[in-house]
Nanobody
Framework: QVQLVESGGGLVQAGGSLRLSCAAS????????MGWFRQAPGKEREFVAV???????YYTDSVKGRFTISRDNAKNTVYLQMNSLKPEDTAVYYC?????????????????WGQGTQVTVSS
């Protein structure tokens, strides 16, 4: 069992930055792929970024060059550094964990989820 707790959301002006954190419980954190997803009002949950157990990183096109996902296995924490934020980045951001091998962008293939943290970008 893995429990995930996100933090770091808030209100920021367009062009600003935020860093989200996701603290995980469990001794096997380093073996999980860790992903970030987001859900805007009235929209489906969408993939943002994922980092594998080996450190490979993948991003959705709309955040490439602006967002960076990283992990600190010693602290059981994954981060999402978000720069040059845009109003369309406004959403609830969720951290998710997935065991096994391979990379997936599908939310239904992740085993564990945090409660989400709100990010609001004003224009």
């Amino acid at each position: 069992q893995v429990q995930l707790v996100e933090s770091g959301g808030g209100l920021v002006q367009a062009g600003g930055s935020l860093r989200l954190s996701c603290a995980a419980s469990g001794r096997t954190f380093s073996s999980y792929a860790m992903g970030w997803f987001r859900q805007a009002p009235g929209k489906e949950r969408e993939f943002v970024a994922v980092i594998t157990w080996s450190g490979n990183r993948y991003y959705t096109d709309s955040v490439k060059g602006r967002f960076t996902i990283s992990r600190d296995n010693a602290k059981n924490t994954v981060y999402l550094q978000m720069n040059s934020l845009k109003p369309e980045d406004t959403a609830v951001y969720y951290c998710a964990a997935r065991g096994g091998i391979g990379v997936t962008y599908r939310a239904d293939e992740y085993n564990y989820w945090g409660q989400g943290t709100q990010v609001t970008v004003s224009s």
